[in-house]
């Protein structure tokens, strides 16, 4: 029933809480605040803290180096090798992160609620940076590229993943939308991903039209009996968390749940299962590939 599509994921933005020097312009005929903001963002001497592996992807491709990175078993760029690690990116360590004397630590907006408190708490300088969309992801890098005079690393970066974009666009506009509905499964429990959320912005620029289109919320929770009256083409199923566990609870919700087998998904064997590494809940670098898998299923 399903088919198993792997990737590899990573990737997002960066923003910076500027230190710079008291020094004010007395001219406002030749400088202004914002500008001197900028200037001495390019030239001070910035501690970074590398919050999320995306993150840390993105300041390697804009050439930045860092003090510090989060946890992972995931292979990080060279530039990176030796460094301390802060813990978890979902919750890091403060005392770490303090005594390290950053300038600014760079997370993502999507832990902003389960992190200030803490970060306020040891005056930590963070930024929550905005990776819910990939529009979202781009205006971060480039709001990075001018604070950190990275302008042309930037630039370049922005138009490589555009210009996979636009190609993915006009494979899709050549073919019929398909209705797509998309599952993301956390260990326990299921949420419908709606157009707002990153899924959801992935499955728009590759062509498909989400059922849950309309809606507020990144995420709603699951009713068969409505998600049976959308009546989806494809149903793409996201494994969070503990993905092998994740999945697991997918087949047995699929095979005890008698309402699943009524739709033309099943029955037409378009179920597919997404690998978490392609597929985060925030953008990432790997936009393009990610983009490339979805087309192949919506297209195939």
Same mark, same amino acid.
């Given at each position: 029933?399903?088919?198993?599509?792997?990737?590899?994921?990573?990737?997002?933005?960066?923003?910076?809480?500027?230190?710079?020097?008291?020094?004010?312009?007395?001219?406002?005929?030749?400088?202004?605040?914002?500008?001197?903001?900028?200037?001495?963002?390019?030239?001070?001497?910035?501690?970074?803290?590398?919050?999320?592996?995306?993150?840390?992807?993105?300041?390697?491709?804009?050439?930045?180096?860092?003090?510090?990175?989060?946890?992972?078993?995931?292979?990080?760029?060279?530039?990176?090798?030796?460094?301390?690690?802060?813990?978890?990116?979902?919750?890091?360590?403060?005392?770490?992160?303090?005594?390290?004397?950053?300038?600014?630590?760079?997370?993502?907006?999507?832990?902003?609620?389960?992190?200030?408190?803490?970060?306020?708490?040891?005056?930590?300088?963070?930024?929550?940076?905005?990776?819910?969309?990939?529009?979202?992801?781009?205006?971060?890098?480039?709001?990075?590229?001018?604070?950190?005079?990275?302008?042309?690393? !930037?630039? &370049?970066?922005?138009?490589?993943?555009?210009? $996979?974009? @636009?190609?993915?666009?006009? =494979? #899709? +506009?050549? *073919?019929?939308?398909?209705?797509?509905?998309?599952?993301?499964?956390?260990?326990?429990?299921?949420?419908?991903?709606?157009?707002?959320?990153?899924?959801?912005?992935?499955?728009?620029?590759?062509?498909?039209?989400?059922?849950?289109?309309?809606?507020?919320?990144?995420?709603?929770?699951?009713?068969?009996?409505?998600?049976?009256?959308?009546?989806?083409?494809?149903?793409?199923?996201?494994?969070?968390?503990?993905?092998?566990?994740?999945?697991?609870?997918?087949?047995?919700?699929?095979?005890?749940?008698?309402?699943?087998?009524?739709?033309? !998904?099943? &029955?037409?064997?378009?179920?597919?299962?997404? $690998?978490? @590494?392609?597929?985060?809940? =925030? #953008? +990432?670098? *790997?936009?393009?590939?990610?983009?490339?898998?979805?087309?192949?299923?919506?297209?195939?």
């Amino acid at each position: 029933m399903k088919k198993w599509l792997f990737g590899t994921m990573l990737a997002t933005g960066l923003l910076l809480a500027a230190c710079g020097g008291e020094e004010k312009a007395t001219d406002s005929n030749t400088t202004t605040d914002a500008e001197q903001a900028t200037e001495a963002a390019a030239t001070e001497d910035h501690r970074i803290i590398a919050g999320t592996v995306v993150i840390a992807n993105i300041l390697d491709r804009l050439e930045l180096d860092a003090v510090a990175i989060p946890d992972t078993v995931k292979d990080l760029p060279a530039r990176f090798d030796g460094l301390p690690n802060i813990g978890n990116a979902m919750d890091p360590d403060a005392e770490i992160i303090k005594s390290l004397n950053p300038t600014e630590l760079l997370t993502v907006s999507t832990l902003e609620y389960d992190l200030k408190d803490s970060f306020e708490t040891y005056k930590i300088p963070a930024d929550y940076l905005d990776l819910t969309s990939v529009e979202a992801m781009l205006a971060e890098i480039e709001e990075l590229g001018n604070r950190y005079n990275r302008k042309e690393q !930037a630039a &370049k970066l922005i138009a490589e993943l555009n210009a $996979e974009i @636009e190609a993915v666009q006009q =494979t #899709a +506009a050549q *073919n019929e939308k398909p209705r797509v509905l998309i599952l993301l499964g956390v260990p326990g429990s299921y949420l419908v991903a709606t157009e707002h959320s990153y899924a959801g912005d992935l499955v728009r620029l590759a062509g498909g039209e989400n059922v849950m289109a309309g809606q507020e919320a990144e995420y709603l929770p699951s009713n068969t009996e409505y998600l049976y009256n959308s009546n989806p083409d494809i149903i793409l199923r996201l494994a969070h968390g503990m993905p092998d566990e994740v999945v697991k609870m997918f087949d047995e919700e699929f095979a005890t749940n008698d309402v699943w087998k009524h739709f033309d !998904a099943v &029955k037409n064997d378009r179920v597919y299962d997404l $690998e978490e @590494e392609l597929f985060g809940t =925030t #953008a +990432a670098l *790997n936009v393009p590939e990610a983009l490339q898998v979805l087309q192949q299923i919506f297209y195939e």
